[in-house]
């Protein structure tokens, strides 16, 4: 397994770059030799870097008393490294000594392999000190703030530095969730299923928990596989499918049935595919990533829903041979392009309803990605904040007076929620906000936390401007 720790180091040490972290893992997996155990390697490859991504602030308390200098990076990630392996996944601490210092001096040189030597040696003759050191920080973590009320400064300075979040994310946290996001960056989130509402199961797994008419979560993927195969459940985070539910029930409430809909940042189709599954028509979806929008259509196929995607730009036969040509299928009209490209071509120009799931900074999914606290920068913000006012402006103009704009982030930064609905009510006087509120499903039940924390806001364009 030195292969591994080795590219674990490699991976690490690339997690603020602009590539995504999964595509880095899925280059490095590609380095492993094929062999029987492959499947093993990958997985503990895995292991290791979020495992050290999710617990680097606390591995951190641990080994700076005994640097006498500030580490580099590399020395850094080879001490969270052997570290992780020895308090979270009880490896025998000589092994981890002997390990990390052959990656180390393969990595750098004999003198920081010397010296990371004797910082593990030390560290490990006083395990029991350190384990209940660990014990204690890791309590602090979980301890609650009563009626989740906010920290005082040192303290909510302490929480962030355990969780190793950056000061931007303690200067542009939505007030709510100073705390939360730092205790929810420990945890992995419980896999999680929609249940298609056109096919309902009539038994589920029995280690299932049901959390709505259509929303399960059950650790055990095994168990859901068969019921996934045949199109009964597909894989989707916990609020993301509730936001499904919430858009389809305020249509139901409001005997609105749209004719033209538009899902301007579609992904994969995971929203617009459970709004079809509610019989609600999706008549138009943009996409500039071109593998995601052929995914919507493999799970078009899969749920063997009675609609089929259709374009008329670069949106290739890989993607439209999923769903191929039936008159009994209701078209949607499908586009592997930038939204403010692809309406200039569409055939739909004014829609009654458009769904912005929008391009963000992605801090409320720190749990299941916690390679994004490293990547955020001010000007990477900054460039978000412009994207998202262009997209707003863009789908209030397409919007007929009277239609309903969804506007969601998986974002828990107040400039790109409540400030940036602020910011587009005072810029656009006919637009009226109806309800906003965040989705947070560790509120619904405590084992669901870890899951993405999303924005959601429900406007209204009105034929008269606001005074």
Known sequence: MSAVRELALSCLE????????????????????PAADHAREKAFLMALCYGVMR???LLKQLFLPYCRKKPDSVFE????LA?????FLHKEAYSCVNEYVAVLKKAQNRQSANALNAILRAMAKDEAGLRAKLANLEQTVRTKIPANQIPGKKALRRLHELADLPPLFTQELDKPFVQLAAEESFCSPLPAYRLNARRPLSVLPADSLRLSGTLIANGNAGSCAEAENQGFLSRQGVCSALLTEKIADFLQKNHAEPAAFWDMCCGRGGKSLGLLEKGINITMVTEPNQARLAEFGRQLARLNLPYMLCGTDQFTD??????PPDSSRMPIEAYADLAQNAVRKARQQIFD??????PCST?????????????????????ILRTQQELLALARSHLKDGGLLFYCTCSVFFRENKGQIKTFLDTFGDMRLLSEEYLTASRLDPILAGHDILYFAVLLKSPHKRA
Do not use: M, W
């Not at 990630?77 to 969270?80: A, F, G, Y």
């Not at 570290?83 to 308090?87: A, K, N, R």
């Not at 309803?353 to 929008?358: A, E, Q, W």
């Not at 801090?363 to 460039?383: C, D, F, H, M």
């Open 14 to 33: 690339q997690k603020k770059s602009t590539v995504p972290f999964p595509q880095i893992l899925e280059q490095a997996y590609a380095k492993l030799a």
């Open 55 to 57: 617990h680097a602030g």
């Open 77 to 80: 990630h080879c001490l969270c």
């Open 83 to 87: 570290l992780y392996e020895f308090f």
């Open 318 to 323: 890989t993607a439209k041979h999923l769903t």
């Open 353 to 358: 309803c458009i769904l912005l799931d929008s």
């Open 363 to 383: 801090s409320g999914t720190a749990a299941r990605n916690p390679e994004v606290k490293y990547r955020i920068s001010p000007e990477s913000l900054q460039e």
